[in-house]
């Protein structure tokens, strides 16, 4: 179980037995490599406590000054000997006092019980099943299928989740039968006779009683303080730097903090080998990264680097991408992230990222779109009917992908909570940021995290610190959207940090690429598992509607299959993936349950 770990923690490796708990840890080292090895065991009132823990705390400096004040000593500087201390410090309270990127597991001795959380976001991973009395769980699923006696299965449930979820899942489930995830902001308890489940964190709906001038100022703050706590690493740490807005902002604190200390930031991008030449403009992707880029690099004098990847690796990535999640994602643009960081990792171990800013300061289309205000559904996976069309008639008379669909949905904006106060825009928008943030955002950080930490990289996500989430949250959209533009009050607040044509550039997402040969190559792979008689996915597949797609170039499937880049080509791609992941790791298809 713990040699599946590798990939994630190439570093060191350790394990923990006792009477009625065994535990394994791979680590990735990035501070206090001589004090931080793991498992670790602290022995405090004569009792052991023992921890596994993969992430980092951001605000280590607090926590240490608070338990030092209350007589704990320390071997050295580690997050992870903070984070043990603190558990016995403040007991199973502990995550209300983290800042940090966290999935960790304490087993407490003496009262025989197991103490797992993860963070607010779901940054870091942590999976379980309950086997044969057995409570296994493990940063990644590949870790728990080693675990004698479990034979991966699929049935209705996770048909729904794949097809009508996908590549999103609901928070909670994973496509694996039996397979759960300790949610984001959650902790779990586990003793000889139950299994407890509890909430840490969520977000709290109140009036917003800042002026404009007062929010734009904590704003700076909150947005500078969490990118330069981030920045602490004893091995080499870069930005990821697209030239858009939020990567930016984090290359610019960065650089700024950097040269304070005399020393120089190192950035790097990914571009695609002949996308200048095969380029297209559109309404979601308007101009291409590298003038923006070259701008920033210029102003800020970062030391920067360009990563190339070409067409025929991103296809020959898909399957690697697949055993990096452990399930189908999103296609291309997981593979290009796992090849991007399994480059870089020739260079760096760390990097800051501009991802989740999107979500929290409103910069999806979706939040500006009739369709995507007005959709009473997932904003980001309209084609719903399509999606049911993809299914084996058979399969698609007893499974109903909309009724599973609006289920999630519903019971997902059932816990939005609004104020009297509230204007129409802030009530439309708190569900559209509730929902992006809990579950667009999740696919996005679960693809971060995999793909990364498969070549032992981690990826840092400044915007994503919980102070920041907290705040924005009870911000009016009026003011969020300031000027009408998305991100608009972000775009404001830091007028005077970056030059003008990167504070107005229109957002331009992650760079994919628009070589005509990746749709080429999708089509053969693809029909090549149509004409497969042992392909296991064709008897989940409705074969006439997926031979329309191949004939179409993807256009027989109407709307994007996932958000507003993954279309004809990305949905032929994830099939390609579920046949994959299939094969791979020798899934049944349970037909009894569906």
């Known amino acids: 179980m713990v040699k599946q770990l590798e990939k994630r923690g190439p570093d060191e490796y350790g394990v923990y037995i006792d009477k009625h708990v065994n535990l394994g840890h791979r680590r990735l080292c990035i501070i206090d490599k001589e004090n931080g090895k793991q498992p670790m065991s602290e022995i405090h009132n004569g009792n052991t406590y023992t921890i596994v823990y993969n992430g980092q705390l951001y605000n280590c400096d607090e926590l240490k000054e608070v338990l030092k004040d209350n007589g704990f000593k320390f071997r050295g500087y580690s997050d992870t000997e903070i984070?043990?201390?603190?558990?016995?410090?403040?007991?199973?309270?502990?995550?209300?006092y983290l800042n940090g990127i966290f999935a960790f597991a304490i087993w407490d001795s003496k009262n025989e019980e197991l103490f797992l959380a993860r963070d607010q976001f779901g940054i870091k991973p942590l999976y379980y099943t309950i086997l044969e009395d057995n409570f296994v769980f493990a940063s990644e699923i590949k870790s728990i299928l080693k675990f004698p006696n479990y034979n991966p299965e699929i049935g209705s449930r996770e048909i729904c989740e794949l097809f009508g979820i996908g590549p999103s899942h609901t928070p909670g489930r994973t496509p694996f039968k039996n397979i759960e995830e300790v949610q984001p902001a959650h902790y779990k308890v586990v003793t000889k006779n139950n299994i407890y489940d509890t909430e840490y964190w969520k977000l709290e709906t109140k009036e917003h009683k800042d002026d404009f001038k007062t929010t734009c100022e904590k704003i700076k703050f909150l947005v500078k303080d969490s990118i330069e706590r981030q920045l602490v690493s004893d091995v080499p740490l870069c930005t990821l730097l697209s030239g858009g807005l939020d990567s930016s902002i984090i290359t610019a604190v960065a650089s700024n903090y950097y040269k304070k200390q005399g020393k120089k930031l190192k950035t790097f991008s990914v571009d695609y080998v002949d996308n200048d030449k095969n380029f297209v403009k559109s309404d979601f992707q308007p101009n291409s990264d590298n003038y923006y880029i070259k701008l920033m690099v210029d102003k800020f004098e970062t030391e920067h680097q360009t990563i190339m990847l070409d067409t025929p690796e991103l296809v020959d990535g898909l399957k690697d991408s697949v055993i990096a999640r452990d399930f189908p994602g999103m296609a291309d643009v997981d593979s290009s992230y796992l090849l991007f960081f399994k480059k870089l990792k020739n260079y760096m171990t760390v990097a800051l990222s501009g991802e989740c800013s999107d979500e929290i300061f409103g910069g999806y289309p979706w939040y500006f779109r009739e369709d995507g205000i007005n959709s009473d559904t997932f904003p980001w996976s309209l084609a719903i009917k399509e999606r049911q069309n993809l299914l084996h008639p058979d399969i698609s008379k007893k499974i109903n992908?909309?009724?599973?669909?609006?289920?999630?949905?519903?019971?997902?904006?059932?816990?939005?909570?609004?104020l009297d106060i509230d204007s129409k825009e802030t009530i439309n928008h708190r569900k559209l940021i509730y929902l992006t943030s809990n579950w667009f955002m999740q696919t996005l950080l679960d693809r971060t995290d995999r793909t990364s930490m498969y070549s032992g990289f981690e990826v840092r996500v400044p915007f994503c610190d919980y102070r920041i989430v907290e705040y924005l949250w009870n911000i009016p959209w009026e003011m969020k959207a300031y000027k009408g533009r998305e991100k608009g009050l972000l775009r404001y607040c830091m007028e005077d940090l970056l030059p003008e044509e990167i504070i107005y550039r229109k957002k331009s997402p992650y760079p994919k690429t628009h070589n005509p040969n990746y749709l080429k190559v999708i089509k053969a792979e693809l029909t090549k598992i149509m004409n497969n008689q042992e392909s296991k996915i064709k008897q989940l597949l409705n074969e006439n509607y997926i031979w329309d797609i191949i004939r179409t170039d993807g256009t027989a499937f109407k709307r994007p299959w996932f958000g507003q880049l993954m279309t004809g080509p990305q949905l032929m791609a994830y099939l390609c993936q579920v046949e994959m992941w299939l094969q791979e790791y020798n899934i049944k298809i349970n037909t009894n349950s569906f």
């Open 83 to 96: 984070l043990l201390k603190s558990y016995i410090f403040y007991g199973k309270d502990v995550c209300k």
């Open 401 to 418: 992908l909309k009724e599973y669909v609006d289920s999630q949905y519903e019971n997902s904006i059932s816990n939005v909570q609004y």
